[in-house]
Structure formats: C-alpha cells, structure tokens
C-alpha cells in the first residue's frame, strides 16, 4: 500500500511528539489525584494551573476565565446550558452551517425549554449575513444567545467575531464563539473582543483528544454542566484529566510559538492545491470563499457529478488518502453534509481536504495524479 | 527527603506500565478520528469496539449496554439526568454517604425539576438500612430512582447491589448503582443483577484519568447527555477519547485477570494495617465495617481527638506520605467529610488509608513508625 497521505486536519490532528513529551511524566511519575490536598498531589494542580495560566496568557483572558472540559463538544453544551439556564436568555440565534455540537444542543434546548430559536441568513459564499444578524437581534426585545462559528469546519468561512461580538453588544446580546477550528490556528485577543464563551479542542492543534477548553467572560456566572465535586473551580466535576490538560497547554503554546511559519506553510499547500485542481480537474469548484475570509487549513472542493465522482471518497480510501465528505463528528448520518445542502451550491461531490504543518507540496502532487486517474 | 508511600488509590491510583503501553499507539501511530469514514479511522472506531466488547464481556453485559464516558462523574450525570427527563422518575432515594457526583446531581434535580429527594437511613455501622428503603419504596407510588453506591469511598463498606436491585424490581423503581470503587476490583455479573445503570472510572484501578464507564441496561432508553455528534451510538457526543477508551478496557482486562491474587495481597495489607495500628496506638477506632461487608483496598481510621492528630494529615504528608481525609474530589471542601459527619461516631481525626498491588507490608511498618512518632 502506497504511504498515507492525511488531509483531514480538521477532522483531527497527529499529536506533536513535543506534546506527548509533555504528557508523559503525567502518565507514569506524577499520577497523584490533583484535587488532594498532600503536596504529590497539589504539585499536579500547580501543574494545571500553570497550564491554566499559559492558555489565558495565549488569548489575552484572566486564568480564572479558562476552563477545561472533556472536549468542545462538552464545553459547548456548557455555554449554551449555561446561558439559558442561569443568564436568562430565552431565544437562541444561530445558522444553519453550525457544528452539531452547536445545532443539536440548540434544537434540545428549543424542544425543552421553549427557547426561541431563529438561523440567520448566509450569503451566496456561505458567509452569515451580519445585516440579516442585526435586523434580528433588533427585532426582539427578548435576551438572546448569539451562537456562531469563527469558522467553518467544513468550507472554511471565517465570520469575524470582532463584528458579531460588537453587534451583540450593542444589542445587549450574549455571545458564544465555536471556534474550534481557529483557536491555535489565529492568534486570538479575547481582551479585545466582545464575546461571553469560547471552545476549542487540543486535538484540532497537535494536542490530545478528549481535552477542551471553555473561556467565560468574567461578567458571567453560569452554573456547572456536570455536577459533584468541586474540580475547575465547580465549574467541572470529575477527577482532572491532567495529561490532557497538560497536552492542550503545550499544544497551544507550539502553535502560537510557530503561528506565522506554519500559516505561510500550510497557506501555501491549500493556494497549490486549489491552483492544481483548477488546471487538472475540469469543472472543479470550491465552495465557500476559498481566497478570501477563510481557514488557511480547509479547501472544500466541488468535483462534478458524476458516477466516478460519487465513488471519490471510497477510492481515495484504497489508495490511502484520507480526507471527508464532511464533519467526522456526523459521518455517521448519510444524509449528505448539512453544510453543504445548506448552501446554494451546483450538484457536487463534495471532497474537504484540510491541511496541517506535516503536510507537503509533494504531497498534493501525490493526490492531484491519483485525482486524475479516477475521474 | 524519605522515599514516598502512597496509601489513597481510593483517590486514584497509579497506571499500570502495560496499560500506559497499550496506550500509546494511539498516541503516536494511530491517531484517526474514530468518527471518520476511511479506514485509518475506522480502524480506531475498531479498536474501540473491541475495547467496548471486552468491557462487556468482563461485566457480562452487552457490548450495546456499555458507553464509554469522560469520567464517573459524567456517567452518574447522565444515568441520574437520563432518569428523570426520559424515564418518568419523579422521585429518587439516595443516602446521605453517597458521592458528590450522586449527591450534587441529586440536589440539582430536586431543585430544578422539582424531584421530591429522600435520604436512606444508615445503621449504626454505617450500612444502609434495607429495611428503610424498603419502607421507603413501598410508601410512595410515585416512580423511583434508587440510586446507591456499591462501596463507600471513604469508609469502605459494601451495600449488596443485588439485595437493592430485588428491592427495586419488586418495586417498580430504576435503580443506579455507582459502582466507582468496585469496577476493577471486584467481579461484577451484571447479566444476574437487576440494576439499570452502574458507573466506573479506570483511575480506580491502574488505567487513565479523564474516561468512564456507564452501563445502561437495555431496557432503558435515555438522551444523549452531551450533545452534538453521533459518538457512542448518539448517546455521548463529542471526538473519542480513543487512547482513554484503550486505557480502560486494558486495566479492566489486567484487574479482572489478577483479581484473586490481588485481592488477597491487598486484603492482607488492611488486615495487617488494622492489627498493626489497634496493636500500637491507644484508642484508635475503625469507621464503618472494616471486618464485615466492606472494601478490601479501603480502611478509614479515628485517631482520638487531640492537637497532634489534627496536625497528622499535616505532618503525614512532610513525611512524604500519601493518605487523606476524606474525598479528594471534596477536599476544596473544609468543613470535614460528609461521610464521617452522617455517621453517628466519636470525636475525631479520620484519615482513609486506601491501598493497591503496589503496596507492600513494609510500607505498612514504615507508617506505623511514623504514626507513633507523631502521635
């Protein structure tokens, strides 16, 4: 079998071996219970709060505005729990090209709280519509939960959150940024923008998985997701998972460290990319706004429809390419990506190829001639 | 500084080097997302198939009834929510002894749903009083949840969750068994008890921190706790865990397969503690029901009350030694034990000794020379 090539960063990342470096000593040497109060065990909770501290440095928050999770998706589910629950909002606007994480827990809460739940309107490129936004957040009196995207995991649309956060402000709305596919990808400034809650997941960035973060803004207090001890400052119970912890510190601090030179690595590949497709495949299209706002690591391409082209994914898979139709979080479900079917886009087969800093120009070579074979 | 002994695996324990090792592939190599269609992710949603199965087949469950969760105290989470917003429970009984993770969720869904919430009365041991639940059970028509630890993590003693099980049948009620403390340590058939959920973390028993078992029986259908995704057959949203999975079904594996020869080390290791302490220090007394039904791995002692045995944790841990006051996941907490405060016993300082396959007896002879210097 001919080597692997992985372009599915969006879907996960291999782990920097400078990061389970880090992890390791938490697996064998230092395995006390950081929640006791001996010093083997308080020298694990110094441990994570210093990881606390080196993350809050990173996006420019106070330590005890970071918390961590079991992941995005959890972390997410607090947000938005939290803020129905416990900082009074009763309607929920949000778009249809959400992560699951996002749109399921909005329809739950829409079912089972009688939340109002409204989408705002994309743009032709799939951008949210920030004046679609604005007549809809002026349009009700009613104390409302922003909840979008910085960018899109499956066509890479950025929406600045800059914008969104401003218009909630004025609106005295709150605001919950998913940006699980930017934070270790952008430089964030959480000091200067107006946002209530954001997530993110190591294992986006070279960092585990089954770790995440949730930023709340110090003005809000909301109450715990997953209720017994009194872990994370009773924000999270449940013994700390520490290598993970450890993990999303260290990850985030080699992204951050290497930021401009693995943006111009990895812009590179997806601009040589798209190029190649454009001169080799007739008909391609991509979806979203490839060359303008738009993750520097995801192309979602448009290939033809055609009987080959249906069959893409399964025979990129034989000969080792992996990349995905859509989000790996719904691969399960057969519908077709929502994202997709939520834009106004040509009959397609939809192909995301997402890149990291282990990938190579030789290896879009690589696909580009295996493309061109099967289509 | 003296070499360290580390007497409170009832907080967590350290991993065992096979189980890190089965780990780290996953790590390295493997890194897929499970979730992921092509087969360098199927092959980990595989992987954590097979993990599912061997749990299972450990419990004598099937591999349908088990989900792998970030913790315990997620898994109590999900089966206490899952019972009282899908299964019609308006009523749950519990015990004042029980964890934070039962006992916080509990308090929550009273206040917030509107659970009426009773506690079981405890004999003088420490023991739940059957007869009391049974009372309890029978005087109410109203649906109920049980839900009970099988072994205390603090005073050790052991409820028999086949007894509370019939009770419940016969009475029409659900019944959650957390079951934190004996995953791992003791032979669990689930196939012959009647119980609905059970809890487990792998920190208890060698493997990783940050991943659960829930066992849902199959008569039960409950939501998903954590939404978003499909994982967990849509019942636990969010990107696998995939090395914790890994990590927990090996130590299951490792625990169930040393069993009896571990049992009776570590047995020996208490009931030579408990002769060793009545042996050298006046006036110490053993909470709860160290000879009877009670936990081979846990001894919770009273030192009678005086300045130097307020100091003992204190002075316990200078000397490099690990053992604690109550729950680690309560130890923020500094208005004492919740355990030791329901039971009806004498002034004291209570220090939980909680042992392993680690321990040895000369740890045992090293403590105790260091209890009398202190005492």
Do not use: W
């Not at 998706?73 to 803020?83: D, I, K, Q, R, V």
């Not at 606007?93 to 009688?114: D, N, Q, R, Y």
């Amino acid at each position: 079998m001919s080597a692997r090539i992985y372009f599915d960063n969006a879907a996960t990342t291999p782990i920097d071996p400078e990061v389970f470096e880090a992890m390791v000593p938490y697996f064998t040497d230092h395995f006390g219970n950081p929640s006791s109060i001996y010093s083997y065990g308080r020298e694990n909770r110094l441990a994570i709060e210093k990881a606390r501290k080196s993350v809050a440095g990173i996006l420019h928050a106070h330590p005890s505005e970071i918390f961590f999770t079991s992941g995005g998706t959890e972390s997410t589910n607090t947000a938005l729990f939290g803020a129905i629950h416990a900082l009074g909002c009763t309607r929920i606007i949000t778009s249809p090209i959400e992560h699951h994480a996002t749109l399921h827990t909005c329809t739950h809460l829409s079912s089972t709280k009688g939340i109002t739940l409204e989408y705002v309107k994309l743009r032709e490129n799939g951008h949210v519509d920030l004046q679609d936004l604005e007549e809809k957040l002026a349009a009700s009196p009613a104390k409302t939960l922003v909840t979008l995207m910085h960018a899109n995991n499956e066509i890479g649309n950025i929406t600045s959150i800059e914008a969104v956060g401003e218009l909630c402000k004025q609106h005295g709305a709150l605001f919950h940024a998913d940006t699980v596919q930017t934070v270790g990808h952008f430089p964030l400034d959480l000091s200067s923008i107006h946002v209530d809650f954001i997530t993110g997941a190591s294992h986006k960035f070279h960092g585990p998985k089954g770790v995440g973060l949730l930023y709340i803004n110090a003005r809000n207090r909301i109450p715990a997701f997953v209720h017994g001890g009194g872990q994370e400052r009773n924000m999270r119970a449940g013994t700390e998972n520490i290598y993970g912890i450890i993990g999303f510190a260290k990850a985030l601090e080699i992204a951050t460290m290497r930021h401009e030179q693995d943006k111009e690595h990895i812009a590179g590949i997806k601009q040589y990319m798209k190029k190649r497709l454009e001169e080799k495949i007739p008909g391609v299209i991509f979806n979203g706004d490839p060359d303008g706002e738009s993750l520097y690591t995801v192309l979602s391409v448009g290939f033809p429809h055609s009987d080959r082209s249906e069959m893409l994914l399964f025979n990129l898979d034989v000969r080792n390419i992996c990349v995905s139709g859509g989000s790996a979080c719904s691969s399960g479900a057969n519908q077709g990506s929502h994202v997709i079917n939520a834009l106004n886009v040509p009959v397609q087969s939809t192909v995301r190829f997402s890149f990291s800093k282990y990938n190579t120009l030789q290896e879009v070579d690589m696909l580009l001639e295996q493309l061109q074979e099967l289509l």
